[in-house]
């Protein structure tokens, strides 16, 4: 299994403003994503980090408004850019463990980051 | 494309057992994921079938049917801790196991 810790766990924020999360896993990890998960809704793919290099975002998310960095195989950060009450959210870290884990794509979470945009 | 189904919300008593039902429609099929996720809280891992049949873990059960395309979870002697939002999700076209589609999850009321 993976240990996945987030902060902030949560925060209100101004319009206009950017926020940046923190994702640490306990564990060396192949996998890291970034979820959003908006109230009443199914958890959204935002796009996978990838260590070393540009993040692969999925349809409808783009850089600038979503920057993501994974400087080692352990963590990562989302950067949420200009926010807007659109934005208001939880923000889920997740990634895949080790193991069985690793080939069935189980995956593990990060307690998640509530924002509020005002 | 992918697209999967589940009732919104459920209700049940404690003690009881309650069977939550999944369908999904995929190009390809690499197996089907149950999670767990309390409100407030983060999702967690219950089930993994990519066989046909019934698995047993305590007093949760998942099952699946390929040529269905259906899955359910069963939970049995119900207890309030049980009361959240239980999400099926299945891997896309490609087999790509790490990018999991997910349902809209079925939000379980357990009451006394």
């Known amino acids: 299994s993976a240990v996945i810790s987030q902060k902030p766990s949560r925060d209100i924020c101004q319009r206009g403003t950017s926020l940046t999360i923190q994702c640490q896993v306990d564990s060396q990890v192949t996998m890291m994503f970034w979820y959003r998960q908006q109230p009443g809704q199914s958890l959204t793919l935002i796009a996978t980090a990838n260590q070393g290099s540009e993040a692969t975002y999925e349809s409808g998310f783009v850089i600038d408004k979503f920057p993501i960095s994974r400087p080692n195989l352990t963590f990562s950060t989302l950067t949420v850019s200009n926010m807007s009450p659109e934005d208001s959210s939880i923000y889920l870290c997740?990634?895949?463990?080790?193991?069985?884990?690793?080939?069935?794509?189980?995956?593990?979470f990060g307690e998640g980051s509530r924002l509020t945009v005002l | 494309g992918q697209n999967i189904d589940q009732p919104t919300e459920m209700t049940a008593t404690e003690g009881a057992i309650v069977q939550i039902n999944c369908t999904y429609q995929t190009s390809g099929f690499n197996g089907l994921f149950w999670y767990q996720q309390h409100a407030g809280e983060a999702p967690t891992f219950l089930s993994y079938?990519?066989l046909d049949g019934l698995e047993e873990k305590g007093r949760f059960s998942s099952f699946l049917s390929r040529s269905k395309g259906y899955s359910y979870l069963l939970l049995k002697e119900l207890q309030m801790k049980d009361s959240a939002s239980y999400l099926c999700a299945v891997p896309p076209r490609g087999g790509n196991n790490r990018k999991l589609i997910w349902g809209l999850g079925t939000s379980l009321a357990v009451n006394p």
């Open positions: 079938n990519v």
């Open positions: 997740s990634a895949t463990g080790s193991g069985r884990a690793r080939y069935t794509g189980e995956l593990f």
